[in-house]
T-cell receptor, first 118, second 110 residues
Framework: GAVVSQHPSWVICKSGTSVKIECRSLDFQATTMFWYRQFPKQSLMLMATSNEGSKATYEQGVEKDKFLINHASLTLSTLTVTSAHPEDSSFYIC??????????????FGPGTRLTVT | TQLLEQSPQFLSIQEGENLTVYCNSSSVFSSLQWYRQEPGEGPVLLVTVVTGGEVKKLKRLTFQFGDARKDSSLHITAAQPGDTGLYLCAGENAGNMLTFGGGTRLMVKP
């Protein structure tokens, strides 16, 4: 149980275009989903916290107009990178916290999406 | 801002050796989690420690949470090549958000 999927697993896009990444909790409902960014050989950096039915909370330094987050249901959150530039190339990872906590504090992570902007 | 310092950053050892990874902070965390990440994949949860002084064992891996809930360690006994990967600690604050350490990249040579 507690499986999180991401789609696509990798994407290559041209500079100036927009890319949408989906994060789904497959076997549980998640009121909160998190979006992280990871550069090569570095750790995960939290970009934003996404709560179902409300606006996302962005970390300092993350442009909310560039990284649009929508959490329309208890099993789906999307991250749209608008007007992508080469410096947006990175590994984007989402995680989900179960709506009904199983007694733990865990977040379950998706497999990540590698974005390359040319 | 809560910071987690993880050490060492890199570790290359021979199969059969033991190792310890440390995760330290000046902040108190409500829980601390350890993850392992393979290249091109998301982190996979290994363990969550909640209580100060708690020790958890997962086969050859031993996890400890400091009494003050500010630090943690991961000890691997008789490391195997399959243990190779990026190990990440993450502390959870009262707001239920995770702060990740910088990661420890482990390579176990056969």
């Amino acid at each position: 149980g507690a499986v999180v999927s991401q789609h696509p697993s990798w994407v290559i896009c041209k500079s100036g275009t927009s890319v949408k990444i989906e994060c789904r909790s497959l076997d549980f409902q998640a009121t909160t989903m998190f979006w992280y960014r990871q550069f090569p050989k570095q750790s995960l950096m939290l970009m934003a916290t996404s709560n179902e039915g409300s606006k996302a909370t962005y970390e300092q330094g993350v442009e909310k107009d560039k990284f649009l987050i929508n959490h329309a249901s208890l099993t789906l959150s999307t991250l749209t990178v608008t007007s992508a530039h080469p410096e947006d190339s990175s590994f984007y990872i989402c995680s989900a916290r179960p709506r009904i906590n199983r007694g733990g504090y865990e977040q379950y992570f998706g497999p990540g999406t590698r974005l390359t902007v040319t | 801002t809560q910071l987690l310092e993880q050490s060492p950053q890199f570790l290359s050892i021979q199969e059969g050796e033991n190792l310890t990874v440390y995760c330290n902070s000046s902040s108190v965390f409500s829980s601390l989690q350890w993850y392992r990440q393979e290249p091109g994949e998301g982190p996979v949860l290994l363990v969550t420690v909640v209580t100060g002084g708690e020790v958890k064992k997962l086969k050859r891996l031993t996890f400890q949470f400091g009494d003050a809930r500010k630090d943690s360690s991961l000890h691997i006994t008789a490391a195997q090549p399959g243990d190779t990967g990026l190990y990440l600690c993450a502390g959870e604050n009262a707001g239920n958000m995770l702060t990740f350490g910088g990661g420890t990249r482990l390579m176990v040579k056969p």
